[in-house]
């Protein structure tokens, strides 16, 4: 990073940066102990620099090229999204028209309304707006297994949505891979040959594939490491993440994008894809299969992916016009995105420093905060807790607090370097909200009113430890049912139960408590008595 004399940070050509980029990355892997990495820059047009670092195994046998194929996990989603876009340009299918269209027997569990199969489209699939939970029953990140793609599918028909249709926003795996399978049936042939006939030939990409036969007979694909020897290798879960691409087939997948979908999808399904559903006014957020991220002064468009010994990141910058790529083979270091941004700063300029928040308008003071809103909210990214404090809110999140105000009865401004604005959504009579929903970009934050600690009240499955195996470890959890309250240990919270029958209870976060399964699950997640 170059500076001038006020601190700003000067923008540098490609070739500077590659050469710093040559000199620091090999340190890097050192460091932070990575076997590879392989990173590119593109315009809309051409691929400015690319270069491979490290090697594809641990025992350093073989070096990461250009043509290295490494695991994009959740990068998948955005050639699932872009493959689907394509079919509604074809008229194969259509964005609003409901999955059974398409997939007649499909059929899913709720506790909001009959049949809401029904009501989900292609559009709540990859806005992650449908209501499913992350995890399905049989092949999931907790228990990979040997299932087909299309067991994998059918169960997820056993699993409970965590919201009515269409309410909010949750990242979910199940809504792409209920996507690919509808790409399946319309186009009659598997998702990876959908995928390379309607996406990766027309592009070019020669160097990509979704077929566990193909990367099986390739020489020239990265292992991934994780934090235990054994890393799977195919996973039923590939819309949702089980593509794998070399650098520079990455770099031309984004210049796609760049150029704003170029004559594979019409101008208008390009943009749809960077908008946000429901929110044409949000800069960030969750488009059609593509996150919209703010960082600084830097605008960026693109998902990364983490997993099963990968982490990646393909961002293009649209108003510089560049994009870049950073791909490694390890799971055990903390660069993923951070490196990607680095590079955008080094060659736009732009300050990634958060923006100062203007002083937040309080017209007559701001509504006065009800005392039901105090309490914890617990989210994907984290976890606030509120208190009211006068005619202000207190809000404490990772050791932090800032001063809050509600501007209006149902909006609450957060004072501090980074503006955030929280609407209050599902309001109780007594002004207790259900949930906090960013009107940055549409993360939320579920009320949470954990039980005290107190007797026993049951036996059975409750009150006592389970262990939860990831593959990659061992953590515990504990199911307590005391004082006639019922709860969950689930990553570090102790998460309220709510009854629905004698075998199934819903957590505060929306997540189902199968006590018929055997063993018991969460979140379809096995919970293994200890």
Request: charged share 20%.
């Amino acid at each position: 990073m170059t500076t001038d004399d006020k601190g700003a940070v000067v923008p540098r050509d490609v070739e500077t940066v590659a050469a710093e980029l040559e000199q620091r990355v090999p340190r890097l892997l050192a460091e932070h102990a990575i076997p590879g990495v392989a990173i590119g820059v593109c315009d809309a047009s051409r691929i400015l620099w690319s270069a491979g670092f490290g090697t594809t195994t641990a025992d350093g046998s073989q070096p990461i090229t250009t043509d290295t194929t490494f695991g994009l996990q959740s990068g998948s989603k955005m050639y699932t999204a872009t493959a689907v876009l394509r079919a509604v340009g074809d008229g194969l299918v259509d964005l609003d028209a409901p999955i059974t269209d398409y997939l007649p027997d499909f059929r899913v569990r709720t506790r909001f309304e009959p049949n809401p199969e029904r009501r989900i489209t292609l559009r709540h699939l990859l806005a992650h707006t449908a209501g499913f939970t992350h995890e399905a029953p049989v092949g999931n990140n907790y228990v990979v297994g040997n299932a087909s793609f299309a067991a994998h599918c059918r169960s997820i028909g056993d699993t409970w949505l965590r919201f009515d249709v269409g309410h909010h926003h949750e990242y979910s795996n199940l809504g792409y891979d209920l996507a690919g399978h509808v790409l399946e049936r319309v186009s009659g042939e598997p998702f990876h040959r959908h995928l390379e006939r309607a996406l990766l030939e027309p592009l070019g990409l020669a160097r990509t594939t979704a077929d566990v036969a193909t990367l099986k007979a390739d020489r020239d694909h990265a292992l991934g490491h994780g934090t235990s020897a054994r890393v799977p290798f195919r996973v039923p879960m590939v819309p949702a993440g089980g593509v794998h691409a070399s650098v520079d087939d990455a770099c031309r997948f984004a210049q796609l994008h760049l150029r704003g979908g170029a004559d594979l999808l019409p101008s208008e399904l390009a943009e749809e894809m960077t908008a946000v559903p429901g929110h044409p006014e949000r800069d960030q957020g969750y488009g059609l299969g593509v996150a919209l991220i703010r960082v600084g002064d830097l605008v960026i468009r693109g998902h990364s992916g983490g997993g099963f010994g990968f982490l990646s990141d393909i961002y293009w910058a649209p108003e510089a016009g560049l994009g870049v790529v950073v791909l490694t083979n390890s799971t055990k270091h903390p660069l993923q995105f951070r490196l990607a941004t680095e590079i955008l700063r080094d060659l736009t300029g732009a300050d990634l420093a958060p923006r100062p928040a203007a002083p937040t308008a309080h017209p007559d003071g701001g509504p006065r905060p009800p005392a039901a809103i105090a309490g914890e909210y617990v989210g994907r990214v984290g976890t606030l807790t509120l208190a009211v404090d006068g005619d202000g809110v207190v809000v404490r999140s990772g050791g932090t607090s800032r001063s809050a105000r509600l501007v209006t009865p149902h909006e609450l401004a957060v004072d501090g370097d980074s503006p955030q604005r929280y609407v209050l959504r599902d309001v109780d009579a007594d002004g207790r909200p259900g949930m906090l929903e960013s009107a940055i970009d549409g993360q939320v934050h579920h009320r949470n009113d954990p039980p005290p600690d107190a007797e026993p009240t049951a036996s059975g499955p409750w009150n006592r430890d389970y262990s939860i195996r990831d593959g990659t470890a061992v953590t515990r959890t504990r199911l307590r049912h005391e004082g006639g309250l019922a709860s969950i240990d689930w990553e570090g919270h102790r998460l309220q139960l709510e009854r629905h029958t004698d075998d199934v209870w819903f957590s505060s976060t929306g997540e189902a408590l199968d006590l018929a399964s055997q063993p018991p699950t969460y979140a379809n997640v096995r919970l293994h008595p200890r």
